[in-house]
């Protein structure tokens, strides 16, 4: 095989494996929560997994992202550890905030992982400020910025997208459009074809592309992270997608119907990549068998780090609220 098409597949196999991580964290996610094991809130990103693990397998441990209240895929995506992250939504000391930020703001920095947010749209002006500091001290750094369609409709994040454009800030933006926010259809929200203008207003390229599939997400990021590094601005890019789950847990879902549902997960992004991987011999059923066992085994591990952990003491509310840098 030339030395391409090996790399080729060995990046799909390795897109592969972490689909099936970010798939096995969030379906333990889906039951822990369901037997009152996890505080607080959660919002799964079942489905979309193509969209963290595609765009996060363009650029490096250095470069930076920002993501949403649905952050978990993107977290793992960009290097996190289940154990971690799973102590943090137990509310543990072990977890990567110390178990004060629980799913919705779960960040470290030293990864590059500016933050997941509960506020809509606050992650794009964090990703210009990111890019900002990239310009100024010279290096070729990328931050990806992480939105739903929802968000597209918030004034910040226009602001950011602006901000990007006049500074030719290193950002890509990446608007996930699962269809709906909250309960609300993309169509009802948004009068417009499409979402490409409201990139091309700020001067930038913008690509819608299929969302499904991680091939053609990590085409159009790897396009767009490479006009970023080399100084020539921003990119938005459109991924177009689908939440299996409710917007949260415990949502009702009667504003969609089981049809639409079940058409989407025709084309679930993970199946589809391991019928491609086996139809090319590039990957041996034993071997995909062994993804989901390893995957299966390291969530094991992170519930039972997770349980395992102590609860954060009083006192530490009142630790890291200032920074000390300043
Ligand atoms: C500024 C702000 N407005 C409203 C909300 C309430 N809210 C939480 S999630 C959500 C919908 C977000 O939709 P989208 O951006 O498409 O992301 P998705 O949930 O589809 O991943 C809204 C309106 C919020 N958290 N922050």
Redesign the pocket.
Known sequence: MPNNASEHSDRRLEQLEQMILIREFESRVQTLFENNELPGFV?LYLGQEAIAVGACSTIEADDYITS???GHGHAIAKGLEPDRMMAELFGKETGYCGGKSGSMHIADVDQGMLGAN????AGQPLAAGAGLSIRRSGSDQVCLSF?????MA?GQVHEAMNLAGVMDLPVVFIC?N?Q???MTPAEEQHHVEGFEARGEVYDMPAETVDGMSVDEVYRATSDAVERARSGNGPSLLICETY?YRG?YEGDQMRYRTEEELEAWKERDPIETLEASLLESYALAPSRLEAFYDEASERIDDAVEFARQSEYPSPEAAFEDVYSEEI
Request: proline residues 0%; hydrophobic residues 20%.
């Open positions: 919002h949403t209240h649905r509960g506020i809509i749209g939105f739903g369609e929802g968000a918030e996930e699962n709906y926010g909250e939440r917007h």
